[in-house]
């Protein structure tokens, strides 16, 4: 008799990798293969997770149209089986499959609006954290930038891509057909910024400089080294502008030694 | 509408699965339903649905439904996801918690189903090994649900009511009893619903699950019933439920739509339907008393 663990195993088989005959030598066919049976699980397998990343890809979507979308997405559910139970962080590598997946490649900026999605996606899910108290930063002007480290809200996302996909992503939503027709997509770089604030998520266009700047900062360097990636002049604007919205939610300091290295 | 206090009960009346696509106007009319249950994942991380929650849960008892715990696994409790939930029926304060008699995930993967187990003494006493994890983790009692299915396994010795009957006697959890997945399993596997019904303790059952299911033809005039929520209860479901409750007395009962969804005034409108035969189940029940 086989164990439960077995049987689990078996059934992942046939239903993540399509090989039946293992779990089929478990079940009662009683009128229907049991390969027609594990096709029913197989289905709401694919169709669940195909749900999953047409909510968190909306204007890819969009974009491609449903056919298109389901192939790509079965391709994809093929190398990715989630490892959680929450479907809202399920399709995170979506933009990088479709940048390898060749019925795309004709599609230079899909990955790029998927990237985009994902950022949202994130902005939207992150759970709620206050923003920066002013007087506790007031404690932290007095200490050496070096051993700051300034803590972006989980929201923050920075997406970079040679084409206008902010532009492609807002009109394929709106079902805008003259935006889109408007678009050129040889205008050059985007560098675009991802964030949740009081009225929702919202994705602004900003320069290179603060876009550097702020990567920075997101990859938790020591405020003088996210200071010292920019030039003087624009470094406060930047930050000033992250205070007054809310992405600053905490700092902490770190040994000298840290610091050093 | 008067503000209720967290730790209200679910009465045992209709209610309506809250989801995304209802947020905005379950907000707007505060509609006449008695209580509303979400799925308990939808609300792990934050953002838009959390906050729509919680601004809707002070006006509505909620019921929190798990749908990715994976009871049944052999290879124990995702302990992260455990923890979520935790998280979660802290905030929600919610009046119910329930899971599946099911498993979804092994070796690390989730197959986003809600998959059968063998009805062995081995899947019986892993199961019930989970139930008491769940149960002790969040200090309170948990209501298991029978799901639908549609393949059954050669070395299963003990039949799904008992299953479910021996779980809630051995862990003290109560019983979700979906009466649209019994008939679904029933008509699939040749049983008889009322043989189910009949098999399952009454005082253990907390709650019951209404939903619609489509009807795939196969080869030789036999049919499938694929349990999907995405329409209107069938008459032969409303039957049954009336069944349920002449044995079980009125008990909180919810109409679960999942795809396909429709307005919600459609819901509301199942929900009141469900409403009028508890209403009938009650009267019954209190003249038997009388009597």
Known sequence: MPTLLDVQRAIYRSLAEREDDPAAAYIIADGLTAAARLSIYRNTFVGSLTTALRLSYPAVHRLVGAEFFEGAAANFIEQHIPRRACLDDYGAEFADFLECFAPAAGLPYLPGVARLEWAVNVALHVREVDALDLGRLATAEAMHHERIILVLHPSVGLVHDAHPIDAIWRAVLAQDDVAMAAIDLDSGPVWLLVSRGKTGVEVTRISKVAWRFTSALRAERPLQAVLDAVPDAASSAILADHLARGRLVDFRTIANADAAS | ?291
């Open chain 2, 1 to 291: 509408m008067a503000m209720r206090c967290a730790d209200d009960p679910i009465p045992a009346r209709a209610g309506i699965g809250l989801r995304f696509q209802h947020h905005q106007a379950v907000l707007d009319s505060r509609p006449d339903v008695a209580w509303l249950e979400v799925h308990t994942e939808n609300y792990i991380g934050g953002g838009t649905s959390v906050r729509y929650l919680e601004a809707i849960r002070p006006d509505y008892p909620i019921s929190l439904h798990g749908v990715g715990l994976s009871l049944g696994s052999a290879q124990g409790l995702d302990a992260a996801h455990l923890d979520c939930i935790k998280h979660v029926v802290g905030w929600v304060e919610p009046a119910l918690v329930s899971e599946h008699l099911s498993w979804s995930t092994v070796s690390g993967r989730y197959l986003a189903d809600l998959l059968p187990l063998p009805m062995t003494e081995e899947a019986l006493y892993v199961l019930c090994r989970h139930v008491d994890q769940f149960q002790t983790c969040l200090r309170r009692q948990i209501l298991i649900e029978n799901p639908s299915s549609y393949l059954r396994f050669r070395h299963s010795t003990i039949p799904e009511w008992e299953f479910l009957a021996a779980v809630a006697r051995r862990t003290g959890c109560g019983i979700l009893c979906d009466v649209n997945n019994i008939y679904v399993s029933a008509c699939n596997h040749g049983c008889q619903p009322s043989t189910y019904l009949a098999a399952l303790p009454p005082a253990s059952i907390g709650e019951i699950h209404l939903a619609g299911h489509t009807v795939r033809q196969l080869d030789g005039g036999r049919v499938l019933r694929i349990d999907d929520h995405g329409s209107p209860v069938v008459p032969e479901v409303w039957a049954l439920y009336v069944e349920a409750l002449s044995r079980f007395g009125p008990v909180p009962t919810l109409i679960e739509w999942d795809t396909n969804v429709p307005a919600l005034d459609v819901l509301l409108g199942e929900a009141a339907r469900a409403d009028a035969l508890l209403e009938h189940a009650s009267v019954r029940g209190r003249h038997a008393d009388a009597a």
